[in-house]
């Protein structure tokens, strides 16, 4: 974390977040595609590149999210509704073989009745067990139910460079990455844009530019993952928080996931 960076100006950061895709998207073209969850950072990502694309002439990369079989119905209609405004080229990451079986969370899926490329996926995580219950915010769901299907995703299209939204603030095991990150399961660059944007910058730059969000955030949270795995803290609308306490932006998430962040990291998480 760059002390000196996460002090520049907002117009700086902005500069500096748009010099950081232009260059990966110079790089790789049409093999750099951008993650998005439909969340605040990296619908800031998408028009941070928007808004370069259309001064410089560029060609908007395409977009990746993935379906982890537990959204917020809200997530999905905001995503719905910008992919038509904006016209993104978006494709949807997902588990079906574990999806297709349509589970409620806390339902059995048993292990031995999957395929080995899922098995072997669980075994990388550290899992042993016969079987598990569905959730996808845990850390083994997070692995089968996100991490799978993206880095299966980034191996049969070819993408050669992704874009995460990813802060330095927002958790102490993102606070040493890098602006680019190689990867290596599938090799792959992480291109992380925003890391030096801080979540008050994050939404100084939403309602200053009129940059549409999901409602969620008028309601009271501050970070969002699954449906059943997010919990909000407040009433408050998300801005009007403390943002100075980095430690509440993600306590609504499943603290689980949150303590093994740095081993889902290593596995290939955002």
Known sequence: MDEAILSLPLTEKIALSQRILAGAMDRFGDAFWIAWTGA??????????????????????????????????????????????????????????????????????????????????????????????FDPESPLGNQLMKVFPMNAFLREAGVAALATAIRWDEHPARADELYESPRD?????????????????????????????????RLGYRSLGTLSGTVRHSDQPAWEQDLADRSGERAGRDQDKEDAMEQLRALGYM
């Open 40 to 133: 605040k950072d990296s619908t800031l990502v998408l028009w941070l590149t928007r808004e370069l694309c259309r001064a410089t002439g560029r060609t908007m990369p395409r977009v990746l999210t993935i379906d982890e079989g537990d959204p917020f119905p809200e997530i999905l209609a905001f995503q719905k509704r910008l992919t038509a405004e904006w016209g993104l080229r978006l494709t949807v990451a997902a588990n079906r073989e574990i999806l297709d079986r349509k589970p409620l969370i806390g339902d059995y899926v048993d292990l031995g009745g999957l395929s080995d490329a899922v098995k072997a996926e669980a075994a990388r995580a550290g899992f042993t067990g016969p079987g598990f219950p």
């Open 185 to 217: 399961a599938p090799p792959h660059l992480r291109v992380h844009p925003i890391l030096h944007m801080r979540e008050a910058d994050v939404w100084a730059i939403t309602r200053s530019n009129d940059l549409p969000f999901c409602d969620l955030y």
